[in-house]
């Protein structure tokens, strides 16, 4: 008799890391279009900030982008793979509840499998508020926290923002600072301050480690929830 080995499931890549790097793309092209005009050598150069405001403001739409895809993916996995609503915390279901005007105790109890149903439609209004009407154009620490909490409970993701040489109150602030420039940049044009493209790429290799660390934290914590992966964890540089 020939015995048939489980195969182990191999998490699959995380969509919205590739779809990060799908959209840094056109910022990386707005850093060729920068080397074409002025060169690769040193000094500053002259004429080109334009393309760097420009990269600073599609950064931090890329940012916002994959906020947003980790947030939904995360939700949508924890929600097919559970069979009970206690996989999300009290809190998350407590937002839910109020959101149809019914009391905890009764909606878990007659909804059965349409708990789901209930958690799908809290799962559109959580993202209306944040994403759709606009607030989450400043995706900044804070939000970024009550978005995640509110949506799958994982509260706080922002303290996870850490790595050597770089505390969460200083990853904090330099994200804060980022905004504050795209603000400056989209709203009157002219920056107090200059744009260079070493700026740039500097602030695209903070963002990117930004997303591992957060995909890698939101990994764990489902895995902790409901005992399956949702995708694989990766590594940028000795940070993971």
Known sequence: ??????????????PHIDSLKTNFQEINRILEIHGEISGSGPGYKHNVQ?????????????????????AENSFNFMLSKSKQPNVFPDHVLAIAAKEIKKSNSDIWKLANMGWKTIMESHKNTILEKYTVQGAFNTPNPKNIDTLFSNLIGFTSISRTWYWRAMSIDNSKKKLERLI??????????????????AHVTDCKGFIFRLAIISNNRVVKYIEDKIGVKPWRTLRYRKTR
Request: proline share 4%; aromatic share 4%.
């Open 1 to 14: 008799m020939t015995l048939k080995l489980k195969r182990r499931r191999i998490p699959k890549r995380p």
């Open 50 to 70: 334009v393309l760097n405001k420009s990269a600073v403001v599609l950064l931090l739409a890329c940012w916002e982008a994959y906020i947003e895809d980790l």
């Open 180 to 197: 504050d420039l795209r603000g400056s940049i989209a709203h009157r044009v002219q920056s107090s301050r200059k744009v260079t493209k």
